[in-house]
T-cell receptor
C-alpha cells in the first residue's frame, strides 16, 4: 500500500519561529511537491523537486524553502513564520514518465497555525 | 494566469439527488484529472480524462472532457452521504509541465 506521511497533523507556532515540515514517501517516486491549501483558493504549489537535491519554485515560494537530501524525503522550511502562513500544507509525490504529469499521491496534510 | 475555475463552490443536497460539478478554463489541457478529498485527508485521484469528448464512468460518477479540452464535468447520480467531500479538478495546460488545481467544489450530501 503506497504511502506518503507527514511529520505532524497539527502544528502551532509563534511568529518569527523557524518551522520544519517533513514529508516521506515509500514509493520510490522521483517527484515530490509541497502545496498549501486555503479555502476558495484550491491547492497552490509552493515548491517541487524532480530529483534528489533538485528543486523548482512553484507559484508561491516566497517565505519558504525546501530541502531534498534523500529521494524519499522532502522538507518544507518556513524561515521566519508569519501569521499569513497559517494554512493546510499538503505533500505529494509522483513518478516520472513520458507524460507531462502523473497521478499525485498525497499525504494527510499538516494544519499549521502561526500565532 | 492559467486558472481552473470550478462551479459551484459549495453544494448541499439530499441523498438520492443528482448533481453536476463543472471545471472550466480558457486554456487547452492535454488531460484533466479529478480528485476527491475527504476531511482530514489528502486528495485521492478519481479519474484522468485524456481525449476531447471522452466520457468515463466510475460507478455513479460520470466524467466528461470537453471537445475543445478546455473544460470538464463530473456528474453524480443518486448521491449518497459517502460522496461528501471536496472535489478538485487538476491538469497541466498543453505545452507546459505546470500542473494546476481547480478552486474546488465542496459537496455535502445529507441523509
Amino acid at each position: 500500500d503506497v504511502k506518503v506521511t507527514q511529520s505532524s497533523r497539527y502544528l502551532v507556532k509563534r511568529t518569527g519561529e523557524k518551522v520544519f515540515l517533513e514529508c516521506v514517501q515509500d514509493m520510490d517516486h522521483e517527484n515530490m511537491f509541497w502545496y498549501r491549501q486555503d479555502p476558495g483558493l484550491g491547492l497552490r504549489l509552493i515548491y517541487f523537486s524532480y530529483d534528489v537535491k533538485m528543486k523548482e519554485k512553484g507559484d508561491i515560494p516566497e517565505g519558504y524553502s525546501v530541502s531534498r537530501e534523500k529521494k524519499e524525503r522532502f522538507s518544507l522550511i518556513l524561515e521566519s513564520a508569519s501569521t499569513n502562513q497559517t494554512s493546510m500544507y499538503l505533500c505529494a509525490s509522483s513518478v516520472t514518465s513520458g507524460r507531462a504529469f502523473n497521478e499525485q499521491f498525497f499525504g494527510p496534510g499538516t494544519r499549521l497555525t502561526v500565532l | 494566469t492559467q486558472l481552473l475555475e470550478q462551479s459551484p463552490q459549495f453544494l448541499s443536497i439530499q441523498e438520492g439527488e443528482n448533481l453536476t460539478v463543472y471545471c472550466n478554463s480558457s486554456s487547452v489541457f492535454s488531460s484533466l484529472q479529478w480528485y476527491r478529498q475527504e476531511p482530514g485527508e489528502g486528495p485521492v485521484l478519481l479519474v484522468t480524462v485524456v481525449t476531447g469528448g471522452e466520457v468515463k464512468k466510475l460507478k455513479r460518477l460520470t466524467f466528461q472532457f470537453g471537445d475543445a479540452r478546455k473544460d470538464s464535468s463530473l456528474h453524480i447520480t443518486a448521491a449518497q452521504p459517502g460522496d461528501t467531500g471536496l472535489y478538485l479538478c487538476a491538469g497541466a495546460p498543453s505545452g507546459t509541465y505546470k500542473y494546476i488545481f481547480g478552486t474546488g467544489t465542496r459537496l455535502k450530501v445529507l441523509a
